[in-house]
């Protein structure tokens, strides 16, 4: 792991970004990672659960502290699920790619998952907590409700979750400080080409609300491009859902 970060694990706990958040309202110095063998009530986007069996899986949430305003912030998620990305892929998970906002797949099956949570302003200081789910050695689980794979599944071989861990690290933390001088704009391209939905015609859900359009890629911001009824349009959101359309 990088040299400053201080490095708290677990055998078992209800939740890596739970714990982070603890952590935060103790004072523990930062940057903070957290990583456990096991979390008994894991949890997703929109208030989903994480399935998280013991010692199968990396569960893994890196606190850091935000100063420099919301331009911190943004694109902070895409460029999270790029880094992972990029490390299932030199671990042998070819066809890893991404989907907007912060998920990692192979085809249509979830390999990983990411979920920012702000604590504080962040519009002044704030910390934000990186939690970041890998499928890694799970090969049978009765528990999840969509489609899934694992990096054991998709190379044939056991792998080292240590391993994983640290190669994340050293992605975030390359990545990050780029991301800190030039904003999500250096990282834009990039993480489009690693976009599986190109091209895709998706819907996009918030709420009651469902729109229709082809996914044109993300802005300097990190926030959906969608051609609707032949007009680009902009969303951003914790709570937008995105779904492939019945006819793509």
């Known amino acids: 792991m990088p040299g400053e970060w201080s490095v708290r694990t677990y055998d078992s706990i209800d939740s890596t970004n739970a714990e982070a958040s603890r952590l935060i309202a103790l004072g523990a110095p930062m940057p903070l990672l957290v990583v456990a063998e096991q979390q008994t009530a894991g949890r997703g986007r929109r208030g989903r659960k994480w399935v998280s ?12 502290r935000i100063d420099g305003g919301m331009r911190q912030l943004e694109g902070l998620s895409l460029l999270v699920g790029l880094a992972v990305m990029n490390v299932l892929r030199d671990m042998g998970v070819q066809g890893a790619g991404l989907k907007w906002p912060n998920d990692v797949l192979v085809g249509r ?14 519009a002044d200081v704030c910390h934000v907590i990186i939690g970041v789910g890998v499928n890694v050695n799970m090969r049978v689980s009765t528990e999840v409700d969509q489609l899934w794979t694992s990096v054991r599944l998709q190379t044939g071989a056991p792998a080292d979750r240590n391993t994983i861990a640290a190669r994340i690290s050293a992605q975030l933390e390359a990545l990050l400080a780029v991301h800190r001088q ?41 926030a959906l491009r969608l ?22």
């Open 182 to 222: 030039e904003g999500f704009l250096a990282f834009q391209k990039e993480w489009e080409q690693g976009h599986l939905w190109q091209g895709a015609a998706v819907k996009l859900l918030s709420g009651i609300e469902t729109v229709e359009g082809v996914v044109l890629g993300v802005d300097s911001l990190g």
């Open 109 to 122: 099956q979830k390999i990983a998952g990411i979920l920012l949570e702000l604590i504080g302003d962040p």
């Open 227 to 248: 051609e609707v009824n032949g007009l680009e349009k902009s969303f951003s959101g914790g709570e937008l859902s995105l779904r492939l359309r019945d006819d793509s």
């Open 53 to 64: 069996p013991f010692a199968e899986n990396l569960y893994y949430s890196l606190v850091l």
